[in-house]
C-alpha cells in the first residue's frame, strides 16, 4: 500500500500517510495513486481540479463548501505547516455540526480526505504554507458557502501563532455564517 490510512473522529474523513522512500539524497513519493487511494481508503473518487494556494503565517481560508456541487477534497502541504480543520455539515449525520483538525505540513507529508457534504478551512502556522487540493467537483462561485470560523457553537480550537491576536481573513470568511444560519446537507 502507498498510504497509510487513520480515521479520523468524523465519520468518513480520513487522516493519510504515503510511503516515503528516503536516503542521504532526498526523498520520493507519490503524492496521489488513484488505484491505491481506492485499495487504502474503499473509494473510488475522480478529482477534476487541482488548486495551489500560498498563504502568510496567521491567515484562515475557510470554512467553505459547495451547497450544489459538493467537493470532496484531498488537501496537502507542500511547504510550510497549516492547521487543518473539517466540519460536518450532513443533516443526517451522527457527526453533524462536530470538527476535527489535523497538523498537516511538508516535512510529515500527511493528507486528509474532507468528503463532499463538509465545510473545510485552514489556518498557516509556520511564516508561509504551501496548500495543495485535488476537488472532485468544479468552483461554483454562486453555490459557495462560508461557515463562520469562530463560531461558538462549533468550538474549533484554532492554533493561534502567539505572535497574532487574530488571524488574517478574506472579508468573505470574516463575514462567514453561524452552523444555526448556515444552510447544510
Known amino acids: 500500500m502507498a498510504y497509510t490510512v487513520t480515521p479520523s473522529r468524523l465519520q468518513d474523513v480520513l487522516l493519510l500517510e504515503p510511503q516515503i522512500f528516503g536516503d542521504s539524497r532526498g526523498f520520493f513519493y ?29 491567515v ?24 487543518d480543520v473539517a466540519v460536518d455539515l450532513r443533516k443526517n449525520s451522527s457527526t ?15 493528507q486528509v480526505w474532507v468528503p463532499p457534504g463538509f465545510a473545510h478551512g485552514f489556518l498557516v ?3 508561509s504554507a504551501e ?27 484554532w492554533p493561534l501563532p502567539s505572535s497574532l491576536t487574530a488571524p488574517l481573513l478574506a472579508a468573505k470568511d470574516a463575514a462567514g455564517l453561524p452552523l444555526s444560519k448556515a444552510e447544510t446537507f
Open 131 to 157: 496548500f495543495l487540493y485535488k476537488t472532485t467537483d468544479y468552483w461554483y462561485p454562486e453555490f459557495e458557502r462560508t461557515l463562520l470560523w469562530n463560531d461558538p457553537s462549533l468550538g474549533i480550537d
Open 60 to 83: 484562515l481560508r475557510g470554512l467553505h463548501y459547495q451547497i450544489q456541487h459538493a467537493q470532496g477534497k484531498l488537501v496537502r502541504v507542500v511547504r510550510g505547516e497549516v492547521f
Open 30 to 58: 507519490e503524492s496521489f495513486n488513484a488505484r491505491d487511494f481506492a485499495l487504502a481508503t474503499g473509494l473510488s473518487v475522480e478529482f477534476v481540479q487541482d488548486n495551489h494556494s500560498m498563504s502568510s503565517q496567521g
Open 96 to 110: 453533524f455540526g462536530q470538527w476535527t483538525g489535523f497538523h498537516l505540513s511538508a516535512e510529515n507529508a500527511k
Open 125 to 127: 502556522l509556520s511564516e
